[in-house]
């Protein structure tokens, strides 16, 4: 593709992430401005500023993914690759921000297929992560769930199977026939950002219900990442949406009640919304001001070539 388009067809990305993330909210803007008139001003930025830190472990730990499979990218342009990316996601189809990233980051030489698989082993620890906590949450009763306990077990127990190194590396190999250089310690990083990303989208949740207090917060944080991980499942639905505020209603009723579970529902839609635009906006200025460090595409050129070569298998034990 000739850069002569690119300009267009970025405007025309751009413009398409606008439309269906209006789209996403038509018919139902005056149940969101009547719910940002109960919610505190304070609360509101407080929860806006923690939703900015969990999505900002996730930019961490596209990274390290990234990184695992050769095509390591500096803070700056690897963060605005990431985040520029992932408004893709507000498009129908789940595979726009990985086409997104995967042209963006190969400017800096880094092969599609690490990009793209990148963005699945991403989204899998979201789900398998989402799924982990809200398994947690319905066994320890912190939510009432509509379906019976043993599923909840059976979900725990599955995602712990397949956050193991070994089974990641697998299904990196097979999903896109590069090898993961991931570890026991690693999985443990990746662990850790995603309970801090979960903690801080649940905390989050507990400004922007100002009914409710902290000792809601483990229902309101699992009741999220259960309907979180539905919807990256939904891949018609441009990020969830509909899907993921339906169950999240569903769960969240007998704790909050139908009419303030879906205000949080929606307000919570448009606090993540308006996250996501911030940070790829912000990443995208920084990286490309005067003076950012600059990437060196011969030498990403030769990293990324000696990751296409065949390897050996990393040995499944600790490192």
Do not use: N
Not at 288 to 311: E, I, N, V
Request: include cysteine; glycine fraction near 10%.
């Amino acid at each position: 593709m000739t850069s002569r388009w690119l300009p267009y067809l970025r405007a025309g990305f751009l413009g398409a992430v606008v439309v269906f993330a209006y789209l996403g909210l038509r018919g139902r803007f005056g149940e969101v401005a009547d719910a940002l008139r109960e919610t505190p001003p304070g609360g509101l930025v407080l929860a806006l500023a923690l939703v900015l830190l969990g999505l900002s472990c996730t930019g961490v730990l596209w990274l390290r993914i990234m990184a695992a499979l050769g095509g390591r990218l500096p803070l700056l342009d690897g963060s605005a690759t990431f985040f520029v990316g992932q408004l893709g996601k507000y498009i129908p189809g789940s595979v726009w921000s990985l086409g997104a990233q995967a042209q963006l980051a190969g400017r800096y030489a880094v092969p599609p297929r690490a990009t793209v698989t990148a963005g699945l082993v991403f989204l899998g620890y979201h789900l398998v992560t989402g799924v982990a906590v809200g398994a947690v949450a319905c066994v320890c009763g912190w939510v009432d769930a509509p379906w019976p306990g043993w599923v909840s077990v059976l979900a725990l127990v599955l995602s712990v199977l397949a956050l193991l190194p070994p089974v990641v590396r697998r299904l990196a190999r097979r999903l896109g026939g590069r090898e993961l250089q991931l570890g026991w310690v690693d999985t443990a990083v990746v662990v850790a950002l995603m309970l801090a990303t979960w903690s801080a989208y649940a905390a989050a949740l507990v400004l922007l219900s100002p009914d409710r207090s902290w000792s809601d917060v483990l229902a309101l944080g699992a009741a999220f990442a259960i309907a979180y991980a539905v919807g990256v499942v939904v891949i018609a639905a441009p990020a969830g949406v509909g899907a993921r505020e339906a169950l999240f209603v569903a769960l969240l009723t007998p704790v909050l009640g139908v009419a303030e579970a879906t205000a949080l529902a929606l307000l919570a839609r448009v606090v993540h919304t308006v996250a996501d635009g911030l940070l790829a906006a912000s990443w995208w200025a920084v990286a490309r001001r005067p003076g950012a460090a600059a990437l060196d595409p011969a030498r990403l050129s030769a990293d990324a070539t000696c990751a296409d070569l065949p390897t050996a298998s990393p040995p499944a034990g600790p490192r």
